[in-house]
């Protein structure tokens, strides 16, 4: 039980946009310049929010794998495997395809991260200031419900995908020599 647990726990950290999220809550600050905005600071407040919206959905289109020359190799997911693929000798790239779980990740990791961006009190200084006193409730309570329900989401349909940003772990398609293991 406490093995399903860690793992479980393992499948949420690395879904989480956590490093994106650390990211942005650096950066908000000075873009805003703590929340009090001009025309500048909010055209730079939206291009950090997505960018940082796009890193949380495009690292769920993501995996890796050992090539023949024993390095790790990253690509982008296609509908016919991974892409760009160099060093693949005698690895099946094509199990490396699109899968509707990969879109559902993408779409909790990014409204985990909207959520999170956009209730961000510098964000709502910045952009809707009058709904930081009268919606104080829903600043706080939001962010929360929707991190558990993401959370569980990530737990109960984990993801096989090792792609930019992801720990490495050992590799089904590990095309070096195991006999001496």
């Known amino acids: 039980m406490s093995g399903k647990t860690l793992l479980g726990l393992g499948n949420l950290i690395k879904l989480l946009p956590t490093g994106t999220v650390f990211l942005f809550q650096f950066l908000i600050p000075i873009v805003t310049d703590t929340g009090h905005c001009n025309t500048f600071n909010k ?25 023949s020359d024993g390095q790790r190799h990253y690509g982008v997911v296609t509908g016919k495997g991974l892409w760009p693929s160099p060093a693949s000798d005698g690895v099946d790239l094509s199990a490396y395809s699109l899968r509707l779980g990969d879109f559902v990740h993408a779409f909790f990791s990014l409204l985990v991260f909207a959520i999170l961006g956009l209730l961000d009190t ?19 309570v939001l962010p929360p419900v929707i991190g558990a329900v993401a959370s569980t989401v990530f737990v109960l349909f984990p993801t096989t995908r090792h792609g930019i940003g992801y720990p490495t772990s050992s590799d089904s398609n590990d095309t070096t020599d195991k006999s001496h293991t």
């Open 122 to 140: 510098n964000t709502v200084r910045c952009f809707y200031p009058e709904f930081e006193a009268g919606q104080k409730i829903l600043l706080q």
């Open 43 to 67: 055209y730079l407040t939206a291009a950090l929010l997505v960018i940082c919206g796009f890193n949380c959905a495009f690292a769920s289109f993501t995996d890796s794998y050992t090539g």
